[in-house]
């Protein structure tokens, strides 16, 4: 490594002695031919043997000069910022991405290198935030796959016993069954997630009747506010169309109408309602059901959040960010509006045909 310093630093020099050697040699040469014609002075060559070994160790000392002021301009605004980004990147490659690069002095420094730190500061923001989710994400599925395998161990344990009466039977095969169904639903829900945040799921538009889908999808949900006695309430316009993929925009309706459902009590009502203007056409699904704060609103599409925990056995925190990902994708627009206690709205709008 010093052999490599070494011969760097004699290439850098021998480059200096040569520039100044022809800057001087020049120079010398037009002052000796000018002072000659003026006065008619006549060189002899003693005096040009001197003054060429005169004017050698001045090219010398000038060339050592310089080269020994442009290595330490070099260390302090080239190799010195090199140094640090380099050295911040083995620690990203190595997985701590809280490292940042501190902008060097404008003084007497390339202001492209602070651009440099400046995007590599982003990049590093960037990778630490997506590290988090990556970490969250597998931690939130590890959870979320617990219960229901810890249920359905226990079922499953208790199926075994002897003289199990029928009816003890069938709640704990029915338990087992349920709990599959729940981490099957998580698993395609995660799927299907993944597939729309890596862009691997290209929507098919077609022109279609969104009052017939909504009313479609609601009608699957007929048991369950039956069940529930929970009154329905529809305002849908007629004959407004979209251009849009009618089995992604399904999973849209089909997780608001069930999520709608799962957070209103016996007794409350669940209102559906399409207008349309100009341009837009724009579904309101709404529920008088126990509301959200405004910080739980803040975070309700993210994966995995979900704001009231005694609900929570109803669903996996993932169907929010599916019908986030899914309006994104149809270049449409989705928000909420919710009160404790009062109920919540969701509002989508969705460009039409």
């Not at 040469?29 to 000659?36: A, I, W």
């Not at 690069?101 to 602070?114: C, Y």
């Not at 007629?238 to 009590?265: C, G, M, R």
Request: glycine share 6%.
């Amino acid at each position: 490594m010093k052999i490599k310093s070494v011969l760097k630093w004699l290439n850098q020099y021998f480059v200096f002695f040569l520039m100044v050697a022809f800057v001087i040699t020049c120079c010398t040469m037009l002052f000796v031919s000018t002072l000659r014609d003026s006065l008619g002075i006549t060189l002899t060559d003693d005096n040009i043997s001197a003054a060429a070994k005169l004017t050698f160790w001045n090219v010398a000392l000038l060339s050592l000069i310089f080269t020994a002021v442009d290595t330490i301009r070099r260390k302090l605004t080239v190799e010195r910022p090199v140094k640090q980004i380099t050295d911040a990147a083995e620690k990203i490659i190595k997985g701590d991405f809280s490292v940042r690069v501190k902008p060097q002095s404008k003084f007497g420094a390339d202001d492209t290198f602070n651009q440099v730190i400046d995007c590599f500061n982003k990049m590093a923001e960037e990778l630490g935030g997506v590290e988090t989710l990556r970490t969250d994400f597998i931690a939130n599925v590890s959870h979320e796959m617990k219960t229901p395998l810890a249920v359905m161990q226990n079922y499953g344990t208790l199926l075994q016993a002897d003289n199990l009466p029928e009816e003890k039977r069938i709640e704990y095969a029915k338990g087992v069954t349920d709990g599959s169904r729940r981490l099957a639903e998580m698993m395609t829900n995660i799927l299907k997630l993944n597939r729309l945040e890596n862009q691997q799921i290209y929507p098919k538009t077609a022109e279609f009747d969104l009052g017939e889908q909504l009313c479609e999808c609601l009608l699957q949900f007929e048991n369950v506010w039956e069940k529930a006695g929970i009154e329905i309430e529809t305002d849908i316009a007629e004959d407004v169309k979209v251009k849009a993929d009618a089995e992604l925009l399904s999973l849209v309706w089909n997780n608001l109408f069930s999520n709608a459902f799962k957070f209103t009590e016996s007794g409350g009502t669940v209102s559906v309602s399409l207008t349309a203007t100009a341009h837009h056409a724009i579904v309101k699904v709404k529920d008088t059901g126990c509301g959200m704060t405004r910080e739980v609103g803040a975070h309700i599409f993210e994966k995995f959040y979900q704001g009231d925990t005694s609900h929570s056995a109803g669903g996996n925190g993932l169907g929010l960010a599916l019908v986030k990902r899914v309006v994104d994708i149809m270049h449409g627009e989705i928000g909420v509006e919710s009160a404790v206690g009062v109920g919540t709205t969701f509002t989508v709008r969705i460009r039409r045909a």
